[in-house]
């Protein structure tokens, strides 16, 4: 069985692709880059905001044509988020689809397209279900993503990943463990642990920051990420780790969603501006160039003009190194949903513009920073057509191009001194 997969939304989904990608090649399925070679196609969705589940549905109608021209045997499965949000609609809608499976029925998919089951709604949430024992596949040779958490309890009030992902569940420390020794065997070195507040894991005894040591002695790991922390979940532990410990990188991407404490109150972040500051103060303190990334809503329901220009002083403040800016989508079923929004569409457009452009301006000062310092780089790939340049990532996150050099390859760990940015791209040349 050939099998293709398309993945939108977030790393969670990335992650769950791959882990479902593995479950199918247990069975002897084999993946294939084309989907028109392919006897299943499996499409992960996101719900997050409205135009990720149109993107979704205009996609998976792009698969419509192969199972009518080309493989009337073609099974289509519709699995992530929307799978769960909007299900029974997608069946309604989009009659060829041929499953919708939850994130919590993973497990059932390589029997419904090599079994003869022929129920079509996989949706029940497992309060149990973490994929104990299984590994997902290793997509990228040298840096692997691994979810430690599944669900989210915190039900900010925008938000619809609770509704979708089901409760916040923790995996057992021992299988994580596992899977990054899995992973090690198989020669990757740097890990991205998964969650939607990684930060809040514990397992037992364990708890995040002891999660980052005992990953941190796994022989053949050298770089640690995370994403995302949730600002009230940094112990003053964690924060010491983070810190002190070499194998975890100097970058994170912490969520500030609004600058304004009124907001952050209606969004129901469970913390104030003061406990963010603090976070950021700290690490910024123990290194200037420690990587800061965000997520932030513009136009939420009740944001006045004030509250706005308190997150755009919040930007300047914090000088993030990248940040994703989302204008506020009503979902439904979500406690937001049901106030009224005053702000237009141009309004809400209008802030998030201005944000963009305070945010880009800041992105090339922090990138100016690095000119000059000679780097390690973990090389991911060829960055041209020609090959004649290659991409690397230093410990704190930022992409430099180089020039190729026969004796490098994706996964070395080289030195390169940063001397040229263009736009925004770093530029380097290896030093030997
Ligand atoms: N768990 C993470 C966020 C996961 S969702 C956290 O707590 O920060 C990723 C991002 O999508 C959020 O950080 C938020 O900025 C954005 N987002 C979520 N719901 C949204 C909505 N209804 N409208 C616009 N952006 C939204
Ligand atoms: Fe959504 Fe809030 Fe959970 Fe993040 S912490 S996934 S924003 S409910
Ligand atoms: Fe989207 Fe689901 Fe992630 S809604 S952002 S794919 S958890």
Redesign the pocket.
């Known amino acids: 069985m050939k099998y293709y997969t398309a993945t939108?939304?977030?790393q969670?989904?990335e992650y769950d692709t791959a882990l479902i990608a593995s479950m199918l090649e247990r069975d002897g399925a084999i993946s294939v880059d084309n989907p028109e070679e392919a006897d299943a196609i499996i499409v992960n969705?996101?719900?997050?905001r409205e135009k990720?589940e149109e993107t979704a549905i205009t996609h998976i109608g792009v698969y419509k044509p192969i199972k009518d021209d080309i493989n009337p045997n073609l099974k289509i499965v519709v699995t992530?988020?929307?799978a769960q949000n909007r299900g029974h609609e997608i069946m309604r809608r989009l009659p060829y689809v041929n499953y919708v499976v939850g994130p919590d029925q993973y497990r059932k998919i390589p029997n419904l397209l090599f079994g003869k089951q022929k129920r079509r709604y996989e949706l029940e949430f497992d309060r149990e279900e973490n994929y104990v024992g299984e590994s997902a596949k290793i997509v990228n040779p040298y840096s692997a993503q691994i979810a430690i958490q599944r669900g989210c309890n915190k039900r900010c009030s925008y938000c619809?990943?609770p509704y979708?992902?089901g409760p916040e569940k923790y995996r057992e420390c021992s299988d994580i463990l596992r899977e990054v020794k899995d992973a090690a065997g198989r020669g990757v070195t740097e890990i991205m642990l998964l969650g939607?507040t990684v930060n809040a894991y514990k397992d037992g005894n364990e708890d995040f920051a002891s999660l980052l040591n005992r990953i941190s002695d796994i022989d053949g790991i050298r770089r640690i990420r995370f994403t995302s922390p949730h600002p009230r979940h940094y112990t003053d532990e964690l924060l010491r780790v983070l810190i002190e410990n070499p194998k975890v990188c100097h970058q994170a991407h912490i969520p500030l969603q609004s600058g304004s404490n009124a907001m952050l109150k209606k969004m129901r972040r469970q913390h104030d501006m003061d406990t963010y500051f603090g976070v950021i103060d700290t690490l910024r303190s123990a290194d200037p160039l420690y990587h800061i990334s965000t997520d932030i809503i513009c136009g939420f329901v009740g944001e006045t003009d004030e509250d706005f220009e308190q997150t755009l002083e919040a930007v300047r403040r914090v000088q993030y190194d990248t940040a994703f800016m989302f204008i506020y989508s009503p979902r439904e079923g979500t406690e937001s949903f049901k106030e009224t929004e005053i702000l237009t569409e141009e309004q809400k457009k209008a802030r998030h513009t201005r944000l963009v452009e305070l945010q880009n301006a800041i992105t090339l000062e922090r990138n100016k920073l690095m000119l000059g310092r000679t780097e390690t780089l973990l090389v991911e790939r060829s960055s041209s057509k020609d090959d004649s340049e290659m991409l690397g990532r230093t410990d704190n996150y930022k992409k430099v191009i180089f020039p190729a050099d026969a004796s490098v390859k994706p996964g070395d760990y080289v030195q390169c001194k940063i001397d040229d940015i263009r736009g925004w791209t770093l530029r380097g040349t290896l030093v030997k």
Not at 45 to 48: A, E, F, L, M, R
Request: hydrophobic letters at 40%; one cysteine or more.
């Open positions: 939108y939304g977030c969670m989904n969705t996101c719900s997050v990720a992530g988020c929307m619809i990943v979708v992902r939607q």
